[in-house]
C-alpha cells in the first residue's frame, strides 16, 4: 500500500501566460460580438437577403405567366430578324464620321455588344399589362402576362393642383438664391430646386361620412393626390422590395430614419461578421490550408465579377439623378 505522505505531489498548474490569456479574452469577444450582433439584425439580415433575391426573380409571389419564344418563332410570327451589334456600330460609326472629321474607327479589341432592356408592354383586357422582352442578337423573346395590380378608390381630389406659392419649392428657392455667395462659397448660379426630388405635405382628412383619406400634396408641383386611410395595396414581395430601397436619413425625422439606422447597423454587422468569421476561423488550426484555399477562390471569384460590372455599369456617361 502506498503511504500517502510518501507519494509525489501532483505538480501544480502551469500558469498561462499573460499574452496566452489575453489572446484568448479577445477571441471570446470577437465570438460573443459576432453571435449578438446576428441576433440583433438577424431580421434585417433576412429582409434585404429576401428582399435582394427578388430583384433578380420578380417572378416569385407575383401571378405572373411567361412564355418563351425561339428565335425561329419570332422570326415566323413577326419577321423579326436578330440584330447583328458590330454591323450597327459600323453604321453609327460611318454616321460619326460623316458630320465631323474625326475619322473614328471600331476598336477591335471591345467587341460591340447590346445592353438594357429591350421591353414593349400593353395593357391586357383583364386589367393587367403584357410585356414583351427581346434578345436582340438572339432573336428570342419572352412574353408574360401580369395580373391585375391591387387597386383602391382614387379621391375625388387625387389630380388637383393647389396654388400655394409661398409654400412651393420654386418660392424656397427664390428666398436662397443668394445663400452661397453670402457663406463664400464661389458658384456658377444660384440654388435651384431638384427637377425630380420634391418634399411631401402628408396628413389624414376624414369626409363628410367619415372616410379616412392619407394626403399627399407635392411641395414642388402642387399637386395633390391620396388613398383610402388603412392598410396599403401593395403586394407582400413588392413591399419588401420598396423597403429593399428606401435609404438616406429623412430631414424630417420619422419612422425611416430609425429604418435607416438599423440598415446601417445591419451593414456594419455584415463587415464585422466577414472580419471576426476570418478571425475564428484562423483559430480553428485543422482549417486553416482549406480555408485558405476557399478564401482564394471567393476573392478571385469576386474580383473578376465585380471588376466585369463595374465596367459595364460606367461604360457609358453616368450621371447621378439625386442631390
Not at 14 to 40: D, I, N, S, T
Not at 54 to 76: K, Y
Not at 79 to 90: C, L, R, S, V, Y
Not at 225 to 231: E, H, L
Amino acid at each position: 500500500m502506498t503511504n500517502p505522505a510518501s507519494a509525489k505531489e501532483a505538480p501544480p498548474p502551469r500558469a498561462e501566460p499573460p499574452r496566452r490569456r489575453g489572446y484568448g479574452a479577445v477571441m471570446k469577444f470577437v465570438r460573443r460580438l459576432h453571435m449578438y450582433l446576428g441576433l440583433l439584425v438577424f431580421p434585417w439580415v433576412l429582409l434585404f437577403g429576401l428582399s435582394g433575391a427578388l430583384f433578380n426573380h420578380p417572378q416569385i409571389g407575383r401571378d405572373i405567366e411567361e412564355r418563351d419564344l425561339s428565335a425561329a418563332e419570332l422570326s415566323t410570327l413577326t419577321g423579326m430578324k436578330p440584330w447583328d451589334p458590330n454591323e450597327i456600330a459600323q453604321k453609327v460609326v460611318g454616321q460619326i464620321n460623316a458630320g465631323s472629321p474625326g475619322g473614328y474607327a471600331l476598336d477591335p479589341g471591345a467587341p460591340s455588344s447590346f445592353s438594357g432592356w429591350p421591353l414593349l408592354a400593353t395593357p391586357s383586357r383583364a386589367g393587367g399589362r403584357h410585356v414583351l422582352i427581346l434578345s436582340l442578337d438572339g432573336g428570342g423573346a419572352t412574353v408574360s402576362t401580369h395580373a391585375p395590380e391591387p387597386k383602391s378608390d382614387p379621391p375625388p381630389f387625387a389630380g388637383a393642383t393647389i396654388e400655394l406659392p409661398e409654400y412651393k419649392m420654386a418660392a424656397v428657392q427664390e428666398q436662397v438664391k443668394e445663400l452661397l455667395p453670402k457663406l463664400g462659397i464661389d458658384a456658377e448660379g444660384p440654388l435651384r430646386a431638384h427637377p425630380k426630388v420634391h418634399p411631401e405635405l402628408r396628413f389624414r382628412v376624414r369626409d363628410q361620412s367619415g372616410r379616412a383619406w392619407n394626403v399627399v400634396y407635392d411641395l414642388g408641383s402642387g399637386q395633390i393626390d391620396g388613398r383610402p386611410a388603412g392598410p396599403g395595396q401593395l403586394r407582400f414581395v413588392e413591399l419588401l422590395e420598396k423597403l429593399h430601397t428606401t435609404h438616406h436619413f429623412p430631414v424630417h425625422g420619422d419612422m425611416a430614419w430609425f429604418f435607416a439606422l438599423f440598415a446601417d447597423i445591419t451593414g456594419i454587422t455584415l463587415v464585422v461578421w466577414a472580419l471576426s468569421g476570418l478571425a475564428m476561423w484562423w483559430q480553428m488550426k485543422p482549417t486553416r490550408v482549406l480555408g485558405a484555399l476557399a478564401i482564394m477562390i471567393a476573392v478571385a471569384a469576386a474580383a473578376f465579377v465585380m471588376r466585369g460590372t463595374a465596367s459595364e455599369v460606367q461604360f457609358g456617361r453616368v450621371q447621378g439623378d439625386g442631390p
